[in-house]
Nanobody, 124 residues
């Protein structure tokens, strides 16, 4: 079992930055690929970024490539999402998730464990 707790969401103006964190419980954190997904009102949950267990491989949705950076610190059981040049369309609840492998554009169903989400609101 892995428990995930996100933090760092908030309200920011367009063009601004935020860093999300996701703290994981358990001693097997490094075995999991970690992903960030988001869900806007009335829309399906969508992939944002993922990182492999040792942090070597990363993948991003085209909509965030070049603006968002995913990273992890296995000594702290934490994964991060640095978000820059934020746009109003980035407004959503952001979820972190743990799964078996990092792949390009994975479906949410590939991930086994989920956090409760953190709200990110970007004003224009």
């Amino acid at each position: 079992q892995v428990q995930l707790v996100e933090s760092g969401g908030g309200l920011v103006q367009a063009g601004g930055s935020l860093r999300l964190s996701c703290a994981a419980s358990g001693r097997t954190f490094g075995r999991f690929a970690m992903g960030w997904f988001r869900q806007a009102p009335g829309k399906e949950r969508e992939f944002v970024a993922t990182i492999s267990g040792v942090g070597v491989s990363t993948y991003y949705a085209d909509s965030v490539k070049g603006r968002f950076t995913i990273s992890r610190d296995n000594s702290k059981n934490t994964v991060y999402l640095q978000m820059t040049s934020l746009k109003p369309e980035d407004t959503a609840v952001y979820y972190c998730a743990a799964g078996p492998i990092a792949t390009s554009n994975p479906p949410a169903a590939d991930y086994d464990y989920w956090g409760q989400g953190t709200q990110v609101t970007v004003s224009s």
